[in-house]
Each structure stands twice: as C-alpha cells, then as structure tokens.
C-alpha cells in the first residue's frame, strides 16, 4: 500500500489499477478537492514534491501552461499511483465521500431519443449501485480505450436495477456520437462512480431546480427526489429552440407524473409563446429578490452555470445555498 504524504502528515493508501489517485484518495476518506474528474475544471490539481505518478493523459485542459512549465503539477483525477509519494494540496472535509466509488459493468437495456440530438440511455449494472441524488458517473466503453466522459445520473434511485443517463450529441464529439451512433442494446458499459458533491439535500428552505441543454439530466434526478419527499419546487429548463425541447411524455418523472417545467428558449420564433432569452435572465426576472429564500440546483454549460451563480450572488443569495455541477 502507497504512503501518501500530504500536506507532511502520511497516509497509506489502498490503490487500485482500476482508478484515479483521485478515486484511491476519496475512497479512503479524504476530502480531496475535485469537480468534474475528467481532466478540464483543475481543481484536483496538486503540487508533487517527491515520488512518481503514471500519467493517464498528457497536458490535460485543467493544467495551465504555467503549471505544465512548472512540471510538478499534476491533476490527480489524470493520474494512477505508483509510489510512495509527497504532495501538497489543500484538502477540504466538503469533499469527504459519502459513497463508495466502484467500478461495474453494465448493459444497455434501451435507448430512447429525446430530440434530434439527446438520448436516453438505460443501464444495468451487474452489481447494485448507490448514490446520491444529482451524483455522476463517469461511462466507458471497453472498446474505446482510455476515454472517459462524466453523465450525471437521471434517476434518483436504483428503479428495477436500471440507471438512466440523458446523454447529447456534440458535434464532432468523441463519445457522445459514439453512444448514438455504435451502442446498442446489450452493448457493454464501464460505470465508475457514483461522483460529485452538489447532490441533494433536504432543508427548510423553497427549491428551485435549473437545468440548461443537457443539464436536465441532473435537474431530472434531483426533481425526482424531491417529488418522492412531497417537496414543492420551481423547475426551469433551458434550450436552444422548439426542436431541442424534450419529448416529456418520455421523462415521465415518478408515479406517471410530469412535473411542471419552465422552458426557456435562447432563440425564438414564431410558433414559441414561452420566454426567450438568457435562462438566468428569466429565472431573475421571475424571482428577483426572493432568490435568496431558495436552495438552488443547477447543472448544464459552464458558461450557463457562470453566468447564473454570478446573478444569484448579485442577488445576495449565499453561496452555501448554491449547488451545481459545470457540464465541462
Ligand atoms: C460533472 C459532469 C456531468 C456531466 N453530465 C452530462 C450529462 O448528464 N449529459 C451530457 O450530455 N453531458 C454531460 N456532461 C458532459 C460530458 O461529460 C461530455 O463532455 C460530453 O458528452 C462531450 O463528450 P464527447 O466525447 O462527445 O466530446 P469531446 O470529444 O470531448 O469533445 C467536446 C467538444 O470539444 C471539441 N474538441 C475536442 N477536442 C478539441 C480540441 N483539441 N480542440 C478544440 N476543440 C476540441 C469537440 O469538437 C467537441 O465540440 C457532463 C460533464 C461533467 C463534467
Ligand atoms: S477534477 Fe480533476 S480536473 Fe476537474
């Protein structure tokens, strides 16, 4: 087992060729920063004093061009253990783990279009998964080495063993058109997870969910929740135009019920009745000051997310009251 020094206090570590250092640190209880694990937010970033990592991909988009001249940056989500190590890094208990990250096969079961370009894809894994409301996972393909993406789970819980993701085509994206376009029923998927930390969390407070393109993956889980708890709650969703609005009869959210959605639309046109413009536009115009009486969950382009965290806080919502998750 590693010894891992961090911060000069030790730690022996059970590390896994399975996973991250990232994902051996979290599974051993630390609170170790992270976002998105796949490379782009840099939050995993740590200093390396001594020891020897492996490297699971070059020049990773969360490492700057200072830190890569530097050459003792690394992103602990793009590494694996290989030695005793000395790292610095600010650890945070926020980050502590509250569910055990696995690794499990599973098989697509169905795929269902929600527009032109989003899917939903149900999976079954071969053993039990638990998580939290509006955690992620990361998916692979066992055919596609080496690449992984993170999608937030849609389901707030383990409905008939299935998991389901809503996945969107990204133009000339490498995973995304191979879900749509190579994966079939009963193809094999590579789950690890559960991740994340924005995850539901029951309070006193009103709730107001926002899920911008496929953001409504998460916005869908932590609705569900909520649903399944009597909770009320706002519920916005934001899109391009009429034909990227999902088909809702297929996202039947609990007990046959549609829960009643907002959608915004960034471009309008003549048959849209609805609001257009910037979805924290609208959500601020509707709401203004009592933004502040709200939890907020929100998921979906980081511009989107940016954009809105920065008018919540102009707003003088806390930011404790803030959870989200950037859809890098
Ligand atoms: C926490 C989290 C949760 C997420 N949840 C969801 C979800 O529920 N649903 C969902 O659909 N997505 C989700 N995402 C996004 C998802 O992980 C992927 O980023 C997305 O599916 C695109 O992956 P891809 O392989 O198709 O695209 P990639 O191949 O990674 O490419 C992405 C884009 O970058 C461009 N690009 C790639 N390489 C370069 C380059 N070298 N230079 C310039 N441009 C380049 C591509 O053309 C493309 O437009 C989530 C992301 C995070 C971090
Ligand atoms: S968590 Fe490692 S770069 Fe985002």
Redesign the pocket.
């Known amino acids: 087992m590693p010894i891992i020094k961090i911060n000069n206090n030790p730690i022996s570590i059970q590390s896994s060729t399975d996973h991250s250092m990232l994902t051996d640190l979290l599974n051993a209880g630390i609170g170790y920063p992270y976002?998105?694990?796949?490379g782009?937010?840099g939050l995993c970033k740590f200093e390396l004093i001594q020891g020897n990592i492996i490297k699971t991909e070059e020049n990773p988009t969360g490492l700057s061009s200072r830190d890569l001249k530097k050459g003792n940056r690394h992103l602990a989500c793009k590494c694996k253990l290989n030695s005793d190590l000395d790292i610095k890094v600010k650890l945070d208990n926020k980050f502590i783990q509250k569910t055990k990250i696995s690794k499990i096969r599973s098989s697509v079961i169905s795929k269902e279009l929600l527009t032109h370009d989003?899917i939903k894809i149900t999976l079954k894994p071969d053993e039990n998964m638990s998580w939290l409301p509006g955690q992620?996972c990361l998916l692979s393909d066992p055919l596609l080495p080496s690449?992984d993406?993170?999608?937030?789970i849609?389901n707030n819980y383990i409905k008939d063993g299935h998991i389901d993701?809503?996945?969107?085509?990204?133009?000339?994206?490498?995973?995304?058109?191979?879900?749509f376009d190579k994966i079939n029923i009963d193809s094999t998927l590579i789950l690890k997870g559960p991740?994340?930390h924005s995850y539901y969390q029951r309070s006193n407070r009103k709730l107001l969910i926002i899920g911008g393109?496929?953001?409504?993956?998460?916005a869908a889980s932590i609705a569900k929740q909520a649903f399944s708890e009597g909770k009320d709650f706002l519920f916005y969703y934001g899109s391009r135009s009429t034909q990227d609005i999902p088909n809702w009869s297929s996202l039947v959210f609990t007990n046959n019920e549609i829960i009643d959605i907002k959608t915004v639309l960034s471009q309008s046109n003549n048959e849209w009745t609805g609001p257009t413009g910037f979805l924290h536009e609208v959500v601020n115009e509707d709401l203004g000051a009592s933004l502040c009486e709200f939890d907020i969950y929100l998921?979906g382009p980081p511009v989107m997310v940016e954009c809105s965290i920065k008018s919540f806080f102009d707003q003088g919502v806390p930011s404790e009251n803030i959870h989200y998750?950037?859809?890098?």
Do not use: M
């Open positions: 976002e998105c694990v796949t782009k937010c989003f992620f690449i993406r993170a999608y937030s849609a993701f809503y996945i969107k085509r990204v133009p000339d994206g490498i995973f995304s058109n191979h879900i991740f994340g393109g496929s953001g409504l993956s998460y998921a998750d950037s859809f890098y």
